[in-house]
């Protein structure tokens, strides 16, 4: 069977700032029905990268095409259809309630649908994200766990509303379980997972490696800047790697699940393997 052709193609990007360069010479492809996880130290680019990608920066050298067309020449409200982005950090000035905050990703791109739809569609988020028993509580008194999972159901509105206009969606993650206990970032990348696998091409920024291994269809491997692997998760980290870019002692170990690497200090490696 044939690969899909790529939802979006990214080449050569460059982010020049401050006389350095934050982005140089990343190129990837984001698939329909794949989960692309980003990774990398602080520093290394990842948040940047995700703006290129996401249209938010302009690039200093490059290009990105969704589909056949240029991200640049591609109108404000079909590149809204096209593509829901949850940034690290979201602020609201005003005193929004839940439900408002996440009817802002239907109300940009669904004026087509109907309002019974668009409540449909708002109420249908707010349970996937966990967060419907808060959907009449005022957005700043959440804790910040509950605001991330708020802005969840924020972009799956958003990605649900533009599926009338756009058949091939992307759905970006930058560090969007940051703030959330265990429970709910396993519940979140789940979901990312399902969103995926209804044909979406979904990119998330991690830090945490367990969770990129274990979720990643394709693992996206950043360091000052260039991105210095990338492919299936077992084909793309071994120990040297690691080493390299996160500059300690990690290692490859075997999962409790067949076939999924987790990774271990090598200190701690040693004494079980004693």
Not at 88 to 97: C, D
Not at 173 to 188: G, R
Not at 238 to 249: I, K
Request: with cysteine.
């Amino acid at each position: 069977m044939s690969e899909a052709a790529p939802v979006l193609s990214a080449r050569n990007l460059g982010f020049h700032a401050g006389g350095r360069a934050l982005v140089a010479e990343a190129s990837l492809d984001l698939r329909p029905g794949s989960t692309t996880i980003l990774i990398g130290p602080n520093g290394a680019g990842k948040s940047t990268l995700l703006k290129l990608l996401t249209g938010e920066l302009a690039g200093s050298g490059g290009g990105v095409r969704i589909g056949d067309e240029a991200l640049g020449a591609i109108p404000a409200w079909r590149l809204a259809c096209l593509r829901a982005v949850m940034a690290q950090h979201s602020r609201l000035a005003f005193p929004f309630s839940v439900y408002e905050v996440a009817r802002l990703g239907v109300d940009g791109v669904g004026r087509a649908l109907t309002r019974q739809r668009r409540e449909a569609i708002v109420a249908e988020a707010l349970a996937a994200a966990g967060v419907l028993d808060l959907a009449a509580r005022r957005y700043q008194t959440l804790s910040g766990g509950e605001q991330q999972r708020v802005q969840f159901a924020r972009v799956l509105c958003q990605l649900e509303a533009g599926r009338s206009v756009a058949e091939r969606q992307i759905l970006f993650l930058d560090e969007p379980i940051a703030s959330l206990d265990l429970c709910h970032q396993l519940a979140l990348l789940d979901m990312a997972r399902t969103i995926a696998a209804r044909g979406v091409a979904v990119l998330v920024v991690l830090h945490d490696l367990n969770l990129a291994v274990t979720y990643a269809d394709h693992l996206v491997v950043m360091d000052r800047g260039r991105i210095i692997a990338q492919g299936p998760p077992a084909e793309t980290l071994d120990d040297a790697l690691l080493r390299q870019v996160f500059r300690v002692g990690l290692s490859l170990s075997r999962a409790p699940a067949p076939g999924l690497p987790f990774l271990l200090p090598q200190q701690h490696r040693s004494r079980q393997a004693g």
